[in-house]
């Protein structure tokens, strides 16, 4: 820890963890900013403290700009615990994920554009088409259109986080889980370059997916490379399908 932040975390009376986490949120923010998952004041990350409660980005803040001291400290019902910002207005998209998924530490909403193109387009990023995508994580569903900033966004993909750490929503954004920040953002990558190379496939013609016969023996690879993460293709997900 730097010591910059170490002075910071000690006049907040923040502990290692929660100052480590306020960095790296901040960081994967930037990230996001930079490469076009985000704009404006557009999405939002989180990072579940040891003690249960949740890391945010707070309302209103343009994630490539913020600072450890602008994050957000909420419990899992949503209110702020420490006298800071308010949290995200979406922030029941991550309280929603964490309940069902209570192994997951970290949570990135984002606006992809490639990825929400192809739920407005109504093509299907479930169905397998890529090796690697079907290998790791299977396949990406769609949730149904949730308005955003009420608890009907957090119900729409509440049944689909139960069985997948990557989705889209509906003319919306990404939702990616991870067991650190780290891990959220590559998912959010695997979700954006899945959808680059669904848009170059339609644009020179039909995208065709793999067969049963190829994705059964993809998944079979799983156990020989030691893979156990949740699999979208092996656990049937109930996610809502679009025709592609």
Not at 86 to 103: L, N
Request: charged content about 20%.
């Amino acid at each position: 820890m730097s010591d910059a932040l170490s002075q910071l975390a000690e006049q907040r009376g923040w502990s290692d963890e929660e100052a480590r986490l306020r960095r790296s949120i901040c960081e994967i923010g930037k990230l996001c900013y930079s490469r076009f998952y985000i704009v404006g004041a557009d999405g939002n990350i989180s990072a579940r403290l040891s003690d249960g409660t949740l890391l945010i980005t707070p309302a209103g803040a343009m994630k490539g700009f913020l600072e450890p001291q602008h994050v957000a400290h909420i419990d899992m019902q949503g209110k702020v615990v420490d006298g800071g910002p308010g949290a995200s207005s979406e922030r029941g998209i991550h309280i929603a994920c964490y309940e069902e998924r209570p192994e997951m530490k970290a949570v990135v909403h984002a606006h992809p554009p490639h990825a929400v193109a192809m739920t407005i387009a109504g093509i299907d990023m479930q169905a397998p088409f890529i090796p690697e995508i079907v290998v790791t994580i299977g396949g990406i569903p769609t949730a149904n259109f949730g308005t955003p900033g009420t608890p009907e966004l957090a119900a729409s993909i509440r049944n689909i986080v139960k069985c997948s750490d990557t989705l889209v929503m509906t003319h919306h954004g990404s939702v990616t889980l991870g067991t650190n920040l780290l891990d959220a953002y590559k998912k959010l990558d695997m979700v954006e370059h899945t959808a680059k190379i669904l848009y170059l496939a339609h644009s020179v013609g039909s995208a065709k997916p793999l067969s049963p016969e190829y994705v059964q023996k993809l998944l079979a690879t799983r156990s020989m490379l030691g893979i156990k993460t949740v699999n979208t293709l092996e656990n049937n997900c109930n996610a809502p399908r679009r025709m592609g």
